[in-house]
């Protein structure tokens, strides 16, 4: 079980981009899907998690409002937009499957399976 994160890049402070989530070898629509981040120095940070019932999604406090989860199963892929974006939001941004309710989301220990992450660089 493996995913895959793309659609990093370099944005100016305010910008957007969207990130997407996607997985080859199994359906993602069957499990929780949950973003976190890791900057250099810094602790890994729980961001968003979608639940694979309902798509409800909960979000850590740091990025409510301005990120947005969603999942768009036929295409088996996992979306986080980012907006309003802030020169502290740069790091590698990885997508996993979450083992716990979404809700904990910021439960860093609960991510099950990830893959290779993508860079976002928020900077004028």
């Known amino acids: 079980v493996q995913l895959q994160a793309s659609g990093g890049g370099l944005v100016q402070p305010g910008g957007s981009l969207r990130l997407s989530c996607t997985a080859s070898?199994?359906?993602?629509?069957?499990?929780?899907i949950a973003w976190f981040r890791q900057a250099p120095g810094k602790e890994r940070e729980g961001l968003a998690c979608?639940?694979?019932?309902?798509?409800?999604?909960d979000y850590a406090d740091s990025v409510e409002g301005r990120f947005t989860i969603s999942r768009d199963n036929a295409k088996n892929t996992v979306y986080l937009q980012l907006n309003s974006l802030k020169p502290e939001d740069t790091a590698v941004y990885y997508c996993?499957?979450?083992?716990?309710?979404?809700?904990?989301?910021?439960?860093?220990?609960?991510?099950?399976?990830w893959g290779q992450g993508t860079l976002v660089t928020v900077s004028s």
């Open positions: 979608i639940s694979s019932s309902d798509g409800s999604a």
């Open positions: 070898d199994f359906t993602l629509g069957d499990y929780a």
């Open positions: 996993a499957t979450y083992l716990l309710s979404c809700r904990f989301v910021t439960t860093t220990q609960a991510f099950g399976s």
